[in-house]
C-alpha cells in the first residue's frame, strides 16, 4: 500500500492532512467498520470492497503532528531532534523518521536550530572500517519493507520480512536531487545515533556518473557522456558530497563507487560504441572523485569490480589489473580501500558444484569466492597497494534459475545471503565485509517492453515479471527472496 514514502511524493497528499481518519492521507478511504487485519505505525488497517482501509484515528499519541500528513508517524516526546528541513524536526524511532511537535514537545529545545548533533573530532579509519562499529540502518528502507508488510497476509512472511529491518543496507546516491536530499539527512541521523566510543558506518553507493553503464539500457542514468554534463558531476555531485562528508568528519563513512563503470572499460571498449565514447570521462571523473574524497580520512572507498561472470576469466582479470591501477594512480594522492563485488548481483559466494570447462565457459572463477582469491592475487601483483574487498550478498543466498550466469534482470529463484558483517571468512583477511549493497526488493529494470529503458535481459525467460522500473518496489522479487534466505531468516 504506501509503497514509498519518498518525501517528493509528499507534498500532495498534505492537502489532505484534515482527513476523518489516518488513512485517508495516504491514499485509501476510512472502514466503515472495525475489523482490524493489520496494524503498523501508521494505525490499524482493516479490508473493505477488496482495498485497504483505515480504522480510526491514528495510534500515534497525541492529536496528530505536521509529519503525519507526509506519511510518516509523529515522535514521543523524549526524541531528539536529528534534521530540520522546511516541514520541521525530524526524529527517528524504531528506525523511521518521525516528526517532532512543533513548540509542544516536552519541556523545551525545541525547535529550528536543527538540533543538538554537532559533528565532533575528526575520526580516523585505522584497518577495515566495517570493524568494530555499529551498522546504520537507513530509515528509507524499514518505511519500504512497512509498505511491504501491509500488502502481505501470511504471517510466516510477516515475520521474515520484520527482521529485514534489523539489517543495513547501501544508500544509493543514483541522482544530483537524491544525493542532495539523502546523504546530509543520513549522515545527520547516524551522528546522533552514534554514542561515546560506539561509532555508526553508514555506506553509500556513487553513482551518477556521465554516460553510466555504457552496456545497458536499465541502469543509465540522468547525465551523459559529453563535457557539460561531465562538468556538472563534478560541480553538482562529488564537490557536494565532499564538502558534506567534510561537515560530518567524526564518523565512519564507506563509498561504493560506481558499480559497473570500470568493468564496462575492462570488456566492452570495442564492442560498444557507447562504451568507446564513455572511456575518457569515466576516467576523468575517476581520477576527480578519487583527489577529492579518497583524501578524507574518515572516509574508505572501494571502486566496483563487476563480479564472477564478467572480469572472472584469465583474459579480463589481467586487463583489470591494468585499468584498476591505472585509475587509481590517476587519482593520487587520494586512496582506495579496495573493490566491491557483486553489487546487485545474483551469483553465488560458493558453488563447488561448478568448475573451469564449458558450463562455465571456461572461467576459472565461477564462484564469488574463488574470483576474489584471484583478484586479490592480480591487483597486488599489478603494483595495487591496498586490496580489499567486500561482496553484495543482498541476493545470492539461492542459486537462481537462471541457465546463463550473465542473466541479471530480476532473477526468478532469488535469496538472501549472508547477512551484514565484517571478516566474514577466515583466512580471507582481505574480505573486509559481506554486505547488503542492493536493496532486496528494489527492481533492476522493467520487464514492460515498451519502456524507454527496457532492456532485453528484463524480458528473458528467467527474469520474473511484470516488473517494475529499476529502483521501484517490487513486491514479488521481495517475497521470494525472503523465503529463499539463505541462511534463513
Ligand atoms: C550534454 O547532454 C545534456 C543532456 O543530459 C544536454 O542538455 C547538453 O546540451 C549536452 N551538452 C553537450 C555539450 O552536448
Ligand atoms: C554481481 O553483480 C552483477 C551486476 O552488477 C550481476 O549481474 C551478477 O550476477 C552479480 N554476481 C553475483 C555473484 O551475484
Ligand atoms: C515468480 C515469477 O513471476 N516468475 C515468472 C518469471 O518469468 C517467467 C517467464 O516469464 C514466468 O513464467 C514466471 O512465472
Known sequence: MKASFALTAIAALAAKASASCFSERLGYPCCSGNNVVYTDSDGQWGVENGNWCGIGGSTSQSAGCWSQALGYPCCTSTSIPVYTDGDGDWGVENGNWCGIQK????????????????????????GNPFSGVKFFINPYYTAEVDGAIAQMSDSSLIAKAKKMKEYSNAIWLDTIKN???????????ALAEQSGSTKVLTVFVVYDLPGRDCHALASNGELLANDSDAARYKSEYIDVIEEKLKTYKSQPVVLIVEPDSLANMVTNIESTPACAASEKYYLDAHAYLIKKLGVLPHVAMYL????????????????????????????????????????????????????????????????????????????????????????DTSRNGHKTDRTHPGEWCNQTGVGIGARPQANPVSGMDYL??????????????????????????????????????????????????????NPPL
Not at 568448475?355 to 562455465?360: E, F, L, Q
Not at 529494470?445 to 528473458?460: P, Q
Open 103 to 126: 513548540g509542544g514537545s516536552s519541556s523545551g529545545g525545541s525547535s529550528s536550530s536543527g538540533g543538538n548533533v554537532t559533528p565532533g573530532e575528526q575520526y580516523t579509519i585505522t
Open 179 to 189: 544525493m542532495n536530499e539523502w546523504l546530509e539527512k543520513n549522515l545527520k541521523t
Open 304 to 391: 566496483d569490480i563487476g563480479h564472477a561472470f564478467w572480469l572472472g576469466w584469465d583474459d579480463n582479470r589481467e586487463k583489470a589489473g591494468k585499468v584498476y591501477s591505472k585509475a587509481i594512480a590517476s587519482g593520487s594522492p587520494g586512496k582506495v580501500r579496495g573493490f566491491a563485488s557483486n553489487v546487485s548481483n545474483y551469483t553465488p559466494w560458493e558453488d563447488p558444484t561448478l568448475s573451469r570447462g564449458p558450463d562455465t565457459e571456461w572461467n576459472s572463477c565461477p564462484d564469488e569466492k574463488r574470483y576474489i582469491q584471484a583478484m586479490y592475487k592480480d591487483f597486488t601483483s599489478a603494483g595495487i597497494k591496498s586490496v580489499y574487498f567486500i561482496e
Open 432 to 485: 573486509d565485509a559481506f554486505y547488503w549493497v542492493k536493496p532486496l526488493g528494489e527492481s533492476d529494470g522493467t520487464s514492460d517492453e515498451s519502456a524507454k529503458r527496457f532492456d532485453g535481459y528484463c524480458g528473458h525467460a528467467t527474469a520474473m515479471k511484470p516488473a517494475p522500473e529499476a529502483g521501484q518496489w517490487f513486491q514479488k522479487h521481495f517475497e521470494q527472496g525472503l523465503e529463499n534466505a
